[in-house]
Structures are given as structure tokens and as C-alpha cells.
């Protein structure tokens, strides 16, 4: 059987990613309590990175050690990946000797083209298209504080970019209304918008957007890769700063998320991750619980003859 991997939203059905959540939150509760439990023993987890990472190497490296596995973490310039040799042949090597595989990576093509040779599950650690993982957090946080996502009003403020596509991916997924408010030029992948089709609205005015909103969502305006744009991005995004103004407008019991790392004072005002409505460290945290019930799913248990 060719193996099960995550590279996008979409990789699952509806069903199995409310199990993910729900499984997130009864790992989460078994850390608290202090419980061992270790079904990746002797596993091992291979980790690239192309892309610089704070939260995204601490949740699945430390996931791996609790869940008894082991986390490598792995750089271009550490392999031959680094040194021309094709993605396919590394992965088919890699694959032989892990029990998985994460990539965070700048093309997305990266992520299929190893996959599509990979006998070992691939994760989307984050590509320039999608951060998968990051919306599992972000579904998990929300439904820990205020229940199901289905049917409530979510609002994506800024740039078109992998998480504004996943935000995508999510509403499709979990049935609930996006508004996008992004400037001109800026806007998201025109063919998730064509999938999500009335699930999902673009806005240029984000007051208009927040009205009502249940979860407010962001991310910095320029990201890895983008620095050269920096100074276009600043005058163009300017107005769509989330401030705790801006929440006022929303629903009375609105959350407001940043996958992080935040710039104070760019896409969020000052004293923003202060405001009681604010949920990012929360969501941070939950990365390693969402991360590790996916690789509970995907990853085969080592078993030993007794």
C-alpha cells in the first residue's frame, strides 16, 4: 500500500480531520496530566528545512520525543539536496531508512515531487502554497474555546499567501464563510477560490470584513523570501493593520489568532497579543498537540515479538 501523506487540507476527508482535532485535544490533556505514551517508539522522523523555523521544529521534534519516536532535523546544506542531487533520488533514499518525512520548503512542487517518490509518509512543514499544519492548531484552538467552526463567520486580514490558501482549504472543509480583505495585487489562489465558490468572500474594505466575525486571523506582510518587497509591502498593507479597534466591530466573543512570528506595530497594532481576545499563544502550543495526533495517523507503529 503507497503511502498516507499530508501536503495539504485536502489530503483528508472532512471526518478525519475533526478526528485529528479531537485526538489533539486528548493528547494535549494526557501531556497535562503527565501520562507516558509512546506508540512511535523507534521511529524516526526525518525533518527538512529549507525555511528558517521556531515553532514549527520544537513541535514536531519535541512530538517525536513524546511520542517516543526521535526527530532529525535536516538542512539543504547538510545533504546532498543542497548539492544538486535530484529530489526524487533523495527521496527514495531518505524514505528507505525514516518512518517519515517533514518538509518545509519554498516551492510546493518540492513537496509532491518527493512525496510522489517517498514510500514513507511526507508532511507539509509549510511551502510557499499551504501551511497545513498550522490551520490543524488554529481549528483545534477555536474549537477548544468556543465549539464548532461550521456555520461561523471567519476573516482572513492581509496578504493572499499559504495561510490565507489554507484558510481556504479550511473553510471548505469545515463548512464555515471566509472574507479575505486584502489590497489589489495581493489576493489568494484563484483556483481555491473557484473550489470554495460562496464559502468564500474578497473584500477590500477589512471594517466591512470583521463585521460580525467570529475568528480574526493574520500574518506578517512579508514573508520569507519577499524581503526585497518589503518597502512596497509596508505602503500597501498599511491600512489593513489589526488593531483591538478593529476587533470592536466583530462578534462580542471573537477570537483573534497569528500563526506567529508577529511584527508589533506592522499587521498588528502594538498591544494586540495582549488584548483578552487574543489567542495566539494558545495556538502556538497547540501546533505540537495537532502535530502530533497527525503523526499518530500517519506513521506506522513499531511492533516488537514479544
Known sequence: MSARHFLSLMDCTTEELNGLLR????????????????????????????????????????????LGGHGM????????????????????????????????????????????????????????????CQLLADMQTFLEKRGS??????????????????????AIQFNFQLRIACPAGYEPSATLLAKA????QILSDPREAVAGAHLVSTDVWTSMGQEEEAEERLASFRPYQVTRELLDLAAEDVLFMHCLPAHRGEEISLDLLDDPRSVAWEQAENRLHAQKALLEFLIEPAYTNA
Not at 533523495?90 to 524514505?95: C, L, N
Not at 465558490?197 to 468564500?200: F, M, Q, S
Open 197 to 200: 465558490g460562496d464559502r468564500v
Open 73 to 132: 532535523f535536516l538542512s539543504p546544506r547538510d545533504t546532498q539536496l543542497g548539492r544538486g542531487e535530484p529530489i526524487s533520488d533523495s527521496a527514495i533514499v531518505m524514505s528507505s531508512m525514516l518512518d517519515g518525512i517533514m518538509i518545509r520548503t519554498f516551492a510546493h512542487s518540492t513537496l509532491t515531487e518527493f512525496a510522489a517518490h517517498s514510500r514513507v509518509p511526507v508532511i507539509n512543514g509549510l511551502s510557499d502554497e499551504l501551511h497545513p
Open 23 to 66: 485526538r489533539a485535544i486528548e493528547l494535549k490533556d494526557l501531556r497535562n496530566r503527565n501520562m507516558i505514551f509512546e506508540p512511535l517508539k523507534n521511529r524516526v522522523l526525518g525533518m527538512i528545512f529549507e525555511k528558517a523555523s521556531t515553532r514549527t521544529r520544537l513541535s514536531f521534534e519535541a512530538g517525536m520525543i513524546q
Open 149 to 170: 467552526i461550521a456555520g461561523k463567520t471567519v476573516v482572513w486580514i492581509g496578504d493572499g499567501n499559504n495561510m490565507c490558501n489554507t484558510y481556504i482549504e479550511a
